[in-house]
């Protein structure tokens, strides 16, 4: 068993970190201004239907895979789509390899079946790749992505799950701990302060000095959530590769 789990990590394909945008160029294939509109448009779409469609452009496939184990790794890896419906979806685009995929969530397989994937690759964008037009590839390829999932049953909430996390509710019981913790604190202050004042007073008379720093310092740490945090999904294996 132990020896079973040690060539699998020695086996384990060398996979990138999880994108934080719906989008991701690693070749710089794409314009800030493509990249930015499709960002939004996916983004848009999670919101709209909770199904999850990531872009992710790079020069080559890493070394030690092949795409179609990368494409089933990244969305079980990456946890593309929701929990439980694994409606996820991963363009890959390998520029100097002339490669693409179309990786597919298991709760999508009905409606982007691997036929479609493939049209989609072979028809759409191909043709667009080959006269090294990479943005109308990407954004006509997404189109279609977009188009043929959407009659899915699967609704969004109107947030991303990024969103959702960011303003997620604080629980009641952490609520009350902080509000008690708070009080507690406050009691201290006021007799600490009250304490400082009686011994000012005590050692010059009637002058109050105040203290010219703060008992207590705040700082407020805005943080900045990513444009995109994966729903959790566990599978995928469909979809289509091809080249040009």
């Known amino acids: 068993m132990l020896s079973t789990l040690f060539l699998s990590f020695l086996l384990a394909i060398p996979l990138p970190g999880k994108p934080t945008h719906y989008v991701t160029d690693n070749a710089g294939a794409l314009s800030g201004d493509t990249?930015?509109?499709?960002?939004?448009?996916?983004?848009?779409?999670?919101?709209?239907?909770?199904?999850?469609?990531l872009v992710y452009v790079d020069k080559k496939v890493p070394e030690g895979t092949t795409l179609e184990e990368m494409g089933a790794q990244?969305?079980?890896?990456?946890?593309?789509?929701?929990?439980k419906k694994d409606n996820g979806v991963i363009l890959f685009v390998f520029t100097d390899d002339h490669k693409m995929r179309i990786e597919v969530g298991y709760g999508l397989e009905g409606s982007l079946t691997d036929a479609k994937s493939k049209l989609i690759t072979s028809t759409i964008m191909k043709p667009r790749l080959q006269s090294g037009d990479f943005n109308g590839a990407v954004?006509?390829?997404?189109?279609?992505?977009?188009?043929?999932?959407?009659?899915?049953?699967?609704k969004g909430n109107g947030h991303s799950v990024a969103e959702a996390n960011a303003n997620a509710p604080i629980p009641q019981k952490t609520v009350l701990v902080f509000f008690f913790l708070g009080a507690f604190m406050l009691i201290l202050v006021l007799k600490a302060l009250r304490f400082r004042r009686h011994r000012a007073y005590a050692s010059?008379?009637?002058?109050?000095?105040?203290?010219?720093?703060?008992?207590?310092?705040?700082?407020?740490?805005?943080?900045?959530?990513?444009?995109?945090?994966?729903?959790g999904g566990d599978g995928g294996g469909g979809g289509a590769s091809d080249s040009w």
Do not use: C, M, P
């Open 35 to 53: 990249a930015e509109r499709l960002d939004q448009k996916l983004k848009a779409f999670e919101e709209r239907t909770s199904d999850q469609v």
């Open 74 to 83: 990244a969305i079980h890896q990456w946890g593309i789509g929701q929990a």
């Open 139 to 154: 954004e006509h390829g997404v189109e279609a992505i977009l188009n043929t999932i959407g009659s899915e049953s699967y």
């Open 204 to 231: 010059s008379g009637f002058s109050d000095s105040s203290s010219s720093s703060s008992d207590f310092s705040s700082s407020d740490s805005s943080s900045s959530s990513s444009d995109f945090d994966s729903g």
